[in-house]
């Protein structure tokens, strides 16, 4: 009995180590294929891979800009999870069933030259002239039955305005699906292509790949909630003269600071063209409210009082 119950321990102990090895060897594997396909670093915190359960979890996906633009992260992907098929690896196939992707944030980013990072990635270049005469490298067939994409926002940063970039902020709270992916290629343009098309933001070179992707879209579970509203509010763990004294010295860097009443806490300045409004109000001690609006011409700019917004609660922290 003693004997049965040390030889249970051991294999036991085995499989734990295993499970452990397996993980912390597939994790920086994921990584590299990943900077291969898209030719940005890609850094992920953690892996778990089932094989029980045919399930893959990663947490932490973050991948960086390419060279020629600043050092910031270009995706956020908080958490992603698949479902896979065991039995099709035997065939040499990967065929994934679901597959479930948290899109936190897009950083995307047009350098001094007007060039965007997304479009310097591998996946969004045409091949070069001749390349379809190239032998491809052989690679192993891909099957993804499913994609459900849930997007958060994305920052846009264009330093080709000055000496400070113009930051728009565009609130998508998409949740769309896709099916009938048969490359990562593929995957990944359709996860950075997608939340820009739903944003409004033109003439990246990344659309002309997607659309010839040629993915069913699964219309019955598309949900958008682009705001049309010209303002944005937000609750900070902060004194009103600070969340002030902070707005204020944000709006004189990145615009022209028009009219300024710290005793209303209210500011007007102008931003990329745009008329913004601020204004800072006392909720309890140590808590405060900043409401944000711009429009030009009467009309709404959300993503520029988003972008107000996202540049002062980065400076407050």
């Not at 005469?133 to 067939?141: D, F, H, L």
């Not at 499913?146 to 846009?156: A, H, Y």
Request: hydrophobic share 45%.
């Amino acid at each position: 009995m003693k004997k049965a119950a040390i030889i249970a321990f051991v294999v036991i102990a085995c499989l734990i180590t295993v499970g452990f090895a397996k993980d912390l060897l597939l994790g920086p594997m994921v990584s590299a294929v990943a900077t291969q396909v898209t030719g940005a670093k890609v850094q992920i915190r953690g892996f778990s891979l089932g094989l029980i359960r045919q399930s893959v979890r990663l947490t932490g996906f973050k991948m960086y800009n390419p060279k020629g633009f600043s050092s910031g992260v270009l995706i956020d992907l908080p958490k992603i999870a698949i479902d896979y098929d065991l039995p099709a690896l035997c065939t040499g196939k990967l065929h994934f069933r679901l597959v479930d992707i948290e899109l936190k944030e897009i950083g995307l980013e047009k350098n001094k030259e007007g060039k965007l990072n997304v479009d310097s990635l591998k996946v969004a270049k045409a091949p070069a002239k001749g390349a379809q005469a190239q032998k491809p490298a052989k690679q192993m067939a891909i099957q993804l039955d499913v994609l459900n994409l849930n997007i958060g926002r994305i920052v846009s940063r264009d330093y080709t305005t000055g000496a400070e970039p113009t930051v728009q902020v565009y609130d998508i709270n998409l949740n769309k699906s896709y099916k009938n992916i048969t490359s990562v290629e593929q995957m990944a343009v359709l996860v950075l292509s997608e939340p820009m098309k739903h944003a409004g933001i033109k003439g990246a070179a990344i659309y002309g790949v997607a659309a010839l992707t040629g993915v069913g879209f699964i219309p019955a579970v598309v949900a958008a909630t682009l705001s049309d509203k010209d303002s944005v509010k937000q609750d900070m763990n902060v004194a009103v003269d600070r969340l002030y004294d902070t707005s204020l010295s944000v709006l004189k860097r990145i615009g022209k600071v028009s009219k300024e009443d710290k005793a209303s806490g209210a500011i007007s300045a102008e931003v990329s063209g745009v008329g913004v409004t601020v204004k800072c109000k006392s909720l309890s001690a140590g808590k405060a409210q900043i409401a944000v609006s711009a429009r030009k011409y009467m009309l709404p700019k959300p993503e520029i009082a988003s972008g107000v917004l996202y540049q002062i609660s980065e400076q407050l922290k």
